[in-house]
């Protein structure tokens, strides 16, 4: 190793140390340590991991550690161009050096950000784990190495913790606001501030950055160049595409089409139409690919039946619905696809399972979530029930769901008020959609 790099390096862990931690909206994600695990913050580009990571160390100064003991140190700098794996041992010799009463005596807090730059880093990572008093957050994205990977490759040494756009909370609270008690009573004037914020976060949506006031004139770029990084370095470049018009086709397809029915073989029909040559399996290793890099995600048909879940389509979302509106001019038409995007967004925050339901009626519910201790909820999303055989007829389809699923809580979310008179059904909960959105039930 030069002294160019081992200089840079104390340089850098100097400034760990001492910097004031940055202004940050926290996240709801689980900052506590995890005994004889690495924590791997994952997550799709530009969603707010590295943030994450110093909030983990701001909770833990907050708590009363001392800030030499907090370490937060990033790979990508141009000045640790040469840097190997077998040199990461200097990262501890240098720290050490500066603190050596804390080796061994004091656990030290260590987020490792885009250490998979560094071919063979794990190796590093278990071995600081083994012989030091150390708790260990790692995180990355590349074209080396997805942030998914950075869990699997510590084989079992590391648990994950999934970073989203932000949930309506904490954009609400990004903005100044505080997000009300769940069973609190809110007058009309505070309903309607409730009704604003929901609406700008519509507008808005997750990503940090881009929700930001003065990014409103640049947000469409942004948000289009956070799909291009995916598309060329977290897909093309890692898994050697090279059609990439076809790749770039595929996207705007899918972003196009939020919370539809996903049907490669339409989509491979009409790109055969427009004279895009790829095969049908490709399209199936590109969503792969891209489910891998956190831009979308889909969801199966509610079904005991593996063979009833492969034959019919799945339902496609995408990790934040701005980035449909991107890449859509006509967003207007499509309210109710975004709600219903948000809402599956909430429901994976939350830790739930997803299908959709199709009754033996042939109607449609768009979500049987499933939380982790077996509870099932019916979700219906509709963006506008203002008319009463809109209402019926959502009604209709969480009815006729709940006779395969009778255990399950149904609710219907929605973006308007009911015709006057609607009569909802006493085991049918009925819920604006930013309150759900506020506090999920």
């Not at 937060?72 to 009463?101: K, T």
């Not at 030290?108 to 150390?134: H, Y």
């Not at 909820?377 to 506008?384: E, K, M, N, T």
């Amino acid at each position: 190793m030069n002294d160019q790099i081992r200089n840079a390096i104390r340089e850098k862990l100097g400034d760990a140390v001492s910097r004031p931690f940055p202004a940050f909206t926290p996240r709801e994600a689980d900052t506590a340590a995890l005994p004889g695990k690495a924590r791997a913050v994952i997550g799709m580009r530009r969603a707010g991991k590295t943030t994450f990571l110093q909030q983990c160390l701001a909770a833990r100064h907050h708590a009363g550690v001392p800030r030499e003991r907090l370490v937060y140190f990033n790979f990508e700098d141009e000045r640790l161009d040469g840097l190997q794996a077998a040199d990461l041992g200097v990262l501890l010799d240098e720290f050490y050096r500066s603190f050596p009463a804390l080796r061994q005596k004091e656990c030290v807090t260590w987020c490792l950000d885009e250490i998979q730059i560094l071919p063979g880093w794990e190796k590093f990572a278990r071995r600081m784990m083994d012989s030091e008093n150390v708790e260990v957050f790692l995180s990355g994205s590349s074209a080396r190495m997805l942030s998914r990977e950075v869990a699997t490759t510590m084989r079992g040494r590391a648990l994950e913790t999934v970073i989203t756009p932000f949930s309506f909370r904490e954009f609400a609270r990004s903005r100044g606001l505080a997000v009300p008690e769940a069973e609190r009573l809110l007058s009309p004037a505070q309903q309607s501030g409730w009704l604003a914020c929901f609406d700008q976060y519509h507008e808005c949506g997750g990503f940090p950055e881009a929700g930001q006031d003065s990014m409103k004139p640049h947000r469409v770029a942004l948000l289009q160049g956070y799909v291009d990084t995916v598309i060329f370095r977290d897909v093309a470049e890692r898994h050697g595409i090279a059609n990439l018009p076809a790749l770039r086709a595929f996207v705007r397809q899918l972003l196009r089409q939020p919370a539809g029915l996903l049907s490669i073989t339409k989509i491979h029909a009409d790109f055969r139409s427009r004279g895009i040559s790829i095969s049908k399996e490709t399209l199936l290793s590109l969503l792969s690919h891209l489910e891998d890099a956190f831009l979308v995600f889909t969801v199966p048909i509610a079904s005991r039946s593996e063979r009833r879940q492969q034959v019919n389509p799945r339902k496609l979302y995408v990790a934040d619905h701005s980035l449909s509106a991107a890449f859509n001019p006509a967003t207007g038409a499509d309210r109710g696809h975004h709600l219903e995007n948000l809402v599956a967004c909430e429901l994976t925050r939350q830790g739930r399972t997803l299908a959709y339901v199709k009754t033996a009626q042939g109607h449609e519910v768009d979500f049987l979530a499933t939380a982790q201790d077996g509870g099932t909820q019916l979700i219906q999303v509709a963006a506008d029930i203002g008319k009463a055989d809109t209402l019926e007829r959502e009604i209709r389809a969480l009815l006729g769901a709940a006779v395969e699923f009778p255990q399950a809580q149904k609710i219907l979310i929605s973006d308007s008020q009911p015709p006057r008179g609607a009569v909802i059904p006493d085991d049918v909960k009925l819920l604006p959609a930013w309150r759900w959105l506020l506090h999920p039930v």
